[in-house]
């Protein structure tokens, strides 16, 4: 089992950047695909970003591509998500996620360990 903690969140404005940090404990993240989520307030829980087991292939949701960008580093545990250019609409609780399959999955679904979530709020 791993356990997952985000941090690195807050208030920015619009057009600012954030950078969201997930720390991993219990097992090493190389056994995952590890992913990005966010929820809104009034709205399910949606795909952001998300990587391999061993980093090389990312996987981004069409409203974030180009603008976020995620990372992995297997030695130390943790994986990254930087987000530039940020929108209001980028208003969330963003979470970490840790996937058993080899897949970098963007359902929810097949996301087995997920970490507390992260709020961001981007001012406008």
């Known amino acids: 089992q791993v356990q997952l903690v985000e941090s690195g969140g807050g208030l920015v404005q619009a057009g600012g950047s954030l950078r969201l940090s997930c720390a991993a404990s219990?097992?090493?993240?190389?056994?995952?695909?590890m992913g990005w989520f966010r929820r809104a307030p009034g709205k399910e829980r949606e795909f952001v970003a998300g990587t391999n087991r061993g980093g090389g292939i990312t996987r981004y949701d069409d409203s974030v591509r180009g603008r976020f960008t995620t990372s992995r580093d297997n030695a130390s545990n943790t994986v990254l998500l930087h987000m530039n250019s940020l929108e209001p609409e980028g208003t969330a609780v963003y979470y970490c996620a840790a996937s058993r399959a080899y897949v970098t999955g963007t359902n929810e679904y097949v996301y087995d360990y997920w970490g507390q979530g992260t709020q961001v709020t981007v001012s406008s």
């Open positions: 219990g097992r090493t993240i190389s056994s995952y695909t």
